[in-house]
């Protein structure tokens, strides 16, 4: 059973940067893709940014040019470099990884809170 967990999440204040991790037990070259999602109250789950296996990177209008994704291998880690981070950033922020077959993990999530 494939486990994704996330760490990071936290308060802060606007325009601060916090930056995700995501653990993956099993070898990130197993992936076609790794990403990040996020929920914030009353909304629907948001696609963030994908980092797919030759480290192509896509990222939403939403974060683009303030967020980053990248990997590290050796760890079997995906990162989420969030910076000038506003209230409305404010959700419950979900790691994901997929194979090649379309199969979908997901971590359990963590809470990023941007307040004054």
């Known amino acids: 059973q494939v486990q994704l967990v996330e760490s990071g999440g936290g308060l802060v204040q606007p325009g601060e940067s916090l930056t995700l991790s995501c653990r993956v037990s099993?070898?990130?070259?197993?992936?076609?893709?790794a990403g990040w999602y996020r929920q914030a109250p009353g909304k629907q789950r948001e696609l963030l940014a994908t980092?797919?296996?030759?480290?192509?990177?896509n990222y939403s209008d939403s974060v683009k040019g303030r967020f980053t994704v990248s990997r590290d291998n050796a760890k079997n880690t995906v990162y989420l470099q969030m910076n000038n981070l506003k209230p409305e950033d404010t959700a419950v922020y979900y790691c994901t990884a997929s194979t090649e077959n379309w199969v979908h993990y997901w971590g359990p999530g963590t809470q990023v809170t941007v307040s004054s």
């Open positions: 980092i797919i296996s030759d480290d192509i990177t």
């Open positions: 099993r070898s990130l070259s197993t992936f076609f893709s």
